[in-house]
């Protein structure tokens, strides 16, 4: 996460571990300069980094006092770490753990509070030491998780009695126009009028947020390389996906004007985990394909992330672990707790012996970095192809010196090869929008869209 030293290392009349690369340093300017800021950065480009290296120069400065930063628990760590590295003069409380120790934090005197989403949502929607404060800051890092404006979460933190709105985010559109008003409603409280959604929304993105891709500012980043694995389903398995698809499309048809969106769904997760595992026999052709892949991976002395959305055996993250067990791979889900996390993370970066990674999507596609890992796969397909990049950069980013591989699976005349063509239309238009070419709104997939999916004879 940082880049090459230089003699000096001194910037903003202060002294940093690390150069600061001139993209971050014009980022910090924004963070120092404006109450309103989403900084929207490509995952990988150090955003972390940014914000602390700001807070910092504002407390010198004598500007704040006190700081709340909120982040996914799985992020403290990561946080304390960097705090440590670009900050070690800040006094940091960590508000996390039980009531009692939530309680303490939010009392204490610091000037940074770190804390996450459920105990903000916890601790700060009621009457209490924490919800009473103007804090001078607040970051929210991840802030694509308030990207629901009626959620308990997004109420309360935008709730914050605040000086200054931070917003970290490198998806900060996933599915919906819906997704980056509500970044823009905590960033720049009260200033989006919902009469003026065209050309005002993007005049306010284009003041408030501040976003560079690697493409645009990391000449020395090495090249990502990404490609699509097609293949055949076992025979087992097109038996019982034929018949899982034939059985589902009668029963779609049998609901008639009951018929909703969560029907197809229903059916079209069936569909995904019968393309990863024959039910019945276990069979699976992108695990054959896995198992040579790893092994030539093994040869070049390259460590792999592998990626599926389900968890659970017979389909997901434990059955590929099982499977995969003689290369001894280390498994990161939604469910381990963070010291789990934090070891398994230390034995992948440190340990030679350990070169294959396991996760859950949601668990591990988020704010991590692991450039131990060059190779990354994705053993299925998720409908946000904003999460998949952001698993991806958890390789590509800062600190990576050999060029990334990722390789995604695509089982034919299947869910997943429909389910592909409705994700690049999907990046196409975070493209437009994002990325500063205006482009119409974008909505909710609709019945239509699913069933072609799902049961195209439907």
Known sequence: MTGPGDASNEAFGLHWPHRLFGYQRDGIERLLNSRSVLLADEMGLGKTIQAI????????????????????????????????????????????????????????????????????????????????????????????????????????????????????????????????????????????????????????????QLRRRRIEVLDDLPPKFASVIGLDLTPTQRAAYEKAEEEGTMWLRSLGRELRIAHVLELILRLKQICNFCPETGHSTKLADLQQRLDAFKASDAKALVFSQFVAEPFGVRQLAKELRNLRPLVITGGMDQPSRSAAFDSFERDPSRRVMILSLRAGGTGLNLTAASRVVHFDRWWNPAVETQAEDRVHRIGQTRPVQVFAYLCADTVEERIAAILDEKRTLFTHLIDGVPARALGALDLDDLLRAAAPAF
Do not use: Y
Request: hydrophobic share 45%.
């Open 53 to 208: 290296a700001a807070l910092r120069i504002l407390a010198a400065r004598g500007e704040i006092e006190r700081a709340l930063i909120i982040c996914p628990v799985g992020l403290i760590a990561q946080w304390r770490r960097q705090i440590r590295i670009w900050a070690p003069d800040l006094a940091v409380s960590t508000a996390v753990g039980s009531r009692d120790l939530r309680m303490a934090a939010w009392r204490a005197k610091a000037t940074l509070t770190l804390s996450n989403f459920e105990s903000v949502r916890a601790d700060l929607g009621a009457r209490s030491a924490g919800a009473r404060r103007t804090w001078d800051v607040v970051v929210v890092d991840e802030a694509q998780r308030m990207k629901n404006p009626k959620s308990g979460v997004a109420f309360v933190i935008k709730s914050l009695e605040r000086r200054r709105s931070w917003a970290l985010t490198g998806t900060p559109l996933e599915n919906r126009l819906d997704d980056l008003i509500s970044l823009i409603d905590f960033a720049a409280p009260g200033e989006f009028d919902p009469g003026a959604m065209g050309r005002g929304l993007r005049r306010l993105v284009h003041r408030v």
